[in-house]
């Protein structure tokens, strides 16, 4: 069972996404910024990642970049985020994400994003 750690400030954000991932059969845990994030990570791997940008304390840029600066298990992460600018993508895969999707994600697509990042196929 792949888990997954979803990664916003927003309680009704994380409760649409792990709700999406949960209804697939997908484990997830939730964080409320990357702090948050960093310290659950450290206790237990995940798979993936699905990541706001805008969260007090740490966002999701610091985040990614400081995943993937340490030596743990670097697994997938997909950034999701109101912001819609190409430069806010560059940003986003410049710390280390893999995929981009703009807030409200679809459904399908966040599926179908996570199944592709986890080796999965799209049913």
């Given at each position: 069972m792949s888990r997954i750690l979803v990664i916003d400030d927003a309680a009704t954000v994380r409760l649409?996404?792990?709700?999406t991932l949960e209804d697939a059969g997908y484990t997830v845990e939730e964080a409320m910024n990357g702090l948050e994030a960093i310290e659950k990570l450290l206790l237990s791997p995940f798979d993936l990642y699905v990541v706001d940008v805008n969260m007090p304390k740490m966002d999701g840029y610091s985040f990614l970049r400081q995943l993937r600066g340490m030596d743990v298990h670097q697994a997938p992460a997909i950034?999701?985020?109101?912001e819609s600018e190409a430069q806010d993508q560059t940003l986003a895969y410049q710390a280390g994400a893999n995929l981009y999707l703009r807030k409200p994600a679809d459904p399908e697509t966040l599926l179908s994003y996570v199944a592709m990042l986890l080796g999965r196929t799209v049913s």
């Amino acid at each position: 069972m792949s888990r997954i750690l979803v990664i916003d400030d927003a309680a009704t954000v994380r409760l649409y996404h792990r709700t999406t991932l949960e209804d697939a059969g997908y484990t997830v845990e939730e964080a409320m910024n990357g702090l948050e994030a960093i310290e659950k990570l450290l206790l237990s791997p995940f798979d993936l990642y699905v990541v706001d940008v805008n969260m007090p304390k740490m966002d999701g840029y610091s985040f990614l970049r400081q995943l993937r600066g340490m030596d743990v298990h670097q697994a997938p992460a997909i950034m999701v985020s109101t912001e819609s600018e190409a430069q806010d993508q560059t940003l986003a895969y410049q710390a280390g994400a893999n995929l981009y999707l703009r807030k409200p994600a679809d459904p399908e697509t966040l599926l179908s994003y996570v199944a592709m990042l986890l080796g999965r196929t799209v049913s």
